[in-house]
């Protein structure tokens, strides 16, 4: 039984679909071993303890895939591992040689296995709509380790742990499904929740080494979004209060990605990175900035446009103005209200580009995303006229700041363009029906080769 990512487009919950294959081929598993099979770009955890499965898809790379494939001393799909790779597969732990076929049906992609120091790999039918970059872990059986994998593959394999990117929340303001809207997407929400899981507002962490953390954007839900960053984490004996965060990162003074600020005081101290624009609607409109200070000592860095900032733990960061609405609270509209944000690990020089909120997309804004290495974009809206036709609003996605996924001019038909970076969805109200598992919106992002963010999705860059 192999998993088919081309049918399933790379949607990893289909991996919950074949429970019955897995647990035949289980049993030929001994319990309790953890099997790591590692190769050129690609490392995959299984974890068998009792009824328990847990599988981590931590990366796969397309590219060294293909080359891979093309060479006619590597193996490939149901052949034979040819004489060099079979005499590397004798040099292999007899733990990870037991899970060869078990993955192969798991996943369907193979055992990946090294020559020497990994020079040549034994990749199996490479698939063009592998999505499963994503940190995932899947309970088929019962109950998780959520933290072993990224924990595990950070210590053995750096080399391939560079800037760990997750998703803490997805939803627009309001979260989904919103407390009070009854739209269709949110009565499916409610109804079957299988088929529109619940999300929280958009935020997202960033980090080089796994412990220092950088919030990019502090939504109302932070408190519950934590954590995605926590799992595992242990203080030292006799520590009582632990912050993995280092700071918090604005990309514009709105009410669903500032409010986590206040909820952030028991930190006792914060830094908060803004551009001018940003921090003066918080000091002195919403005032956010002053409550918190009531309580915690708030330390503000200064975000210059166009300019990369240094941040402690090996990253940079860059903001870049958008086309956006300032809130509706702000006394003023002045440059550097809205912006995306670069986010560089500095030794690879590896990015992340975050542009929860943008109106349009100009040659500045094409010019980022293209250029970026995992992109997550403002998913907003489906429609211009998505909440006009609902007769919730009367103003159309672009007057409210945010460009529509489908149409001509839309955000899907400029980021299917831009490749090979992976591009992420995020931010998406409650009306877009993305939200819903089968929908045909929903399938046409994923056949444009785009992913919808989930909350604690996580990606290693």
């Known amino acids: 039984m192999v998993f088919n990512v081309d049918e399933h487009h790379g949607r990893t919950e ?33 974890d068998i303890v009792g009824h328990r499965f847990d599988v981590a898809v931590l990366q796969f790379d397309l590219v060294a895939g293909a080359l891979a494939g093309a060479e006619k001393r590597v193996t490939t799909y149901r052949e034979q591992p040819t004489a060099g790779v079979a005499s590397a597969l004798e040099r292999v732990p007899r733990s990870i040689g037991a ?12 055992f990946i296995s090294g020559q020497g120091q990994r020079e040549s790999v034994d990749v199996v039918e490479p698939r063009q709509c592998l999505l499963l970059e994503t940190t995932v872990i899947f309970e088929l059986f019962l ?47 409610r109804e079957t929740p299988a088929r529109a899981h619940p999300r929280s507002q958009s935020s997202m962490a960033v980090s080089a080494d796994g412990e220092r953390w950088y919030l990019c954007n502090a939504s109302p839900d932070v408190r519950d979004q934590l954590r995605w960053v ?24 709105e009410l669903d990605h500032t409010m986590g600020l206040a909820l952030l005081r028991e930190a006792r ?22 409550t918190t200070r009531a309580f915690a000592d708030i330390t503000v860095a200064r975000l210059s446009l166009d300019a990369e900032t240094t941040l402690p733990g090996g990253l940079t960061v860059e903001a870049f103005a958008v086309p956006g609405d300032a809130p509706r609270f702000a006394r003023a509209a002045t440059a550097g209200h809205t912006v995306g944000l670069v986010l560089r690990e500095t030794a690879t020089k590896k990015s992340v580009v975050f542009v929860p909120g943008c109106g349009a997309i100009d040659d500045r804004v094409r010019e980022r995303l293209a250029t970026a290495d995992l992109v997550l974009f403002d998913g907003t809206f489906w429609v211009d006229n998505e909440l006009i036709a609902l007769g919730i609003s009367t ?32 931010h998406i109200n409650n009306s877009n029906p993305i939200l819903i598992e089968d929908s ?7 056949d444009a080769g785009l992913i919808v963010g989930t909350d604690g999705a996580e990606f290693l860059v």
């Open 395 to 426: 103003s159309t996605a672009r007057e409210m700041g945010h460009v529509p996924i489908s149409g001509p001019g839309g955000s899907l038909e400029t980021l299917s363009a831009i490749t090979p970076a992976r591009r992420v969805y995020t």
């Open 99 to 110: 899970e060869k076929r078990f993955l192969n049906d798991v996943v369907g992609i193979g």
């Open 14 to 46: 289909w991996l919950l679909e074949p429970v019955e294959g897995i647990r035949e081929r289980r049993r030929e598993v001994e319990a309790g071993q953890n099997a790591l099979v590692a190769g050129n770009g690609a490392v995959i955890l299984a």
């Open 143 to 189: 109950g998780r380790h959520p933290a072993k994998a990224s924990t595990f593959i950070g210590k053995w394999f750096p080399e391939i742990y560079d800037m760990r990117v997750v998703l803490l929340g997805t939803a627009a303001g309001g979260g989904f499904p919103q407390w009070n809207c009854f739209c269709p997407t949110c009565r499916v929400a």
């Open 269 to 290: 101290a914060l830094t908060v990175y803004a551009t001018e624009s940003v921090e003066h609607v918080i000091e002195h409109d919403s005032c956010l900035l002053p």
């Open 440 to 446: 045909p919106e929903r399938r046409a992002v994923i």
């Open 230 to 253: 926590m799992r595992g984490v242990v203080p030292a004996k006799g520590t009582y209060r632990h912050v993995p965060i280092q700071a918090v990162i604005l990309t514009d003074a």
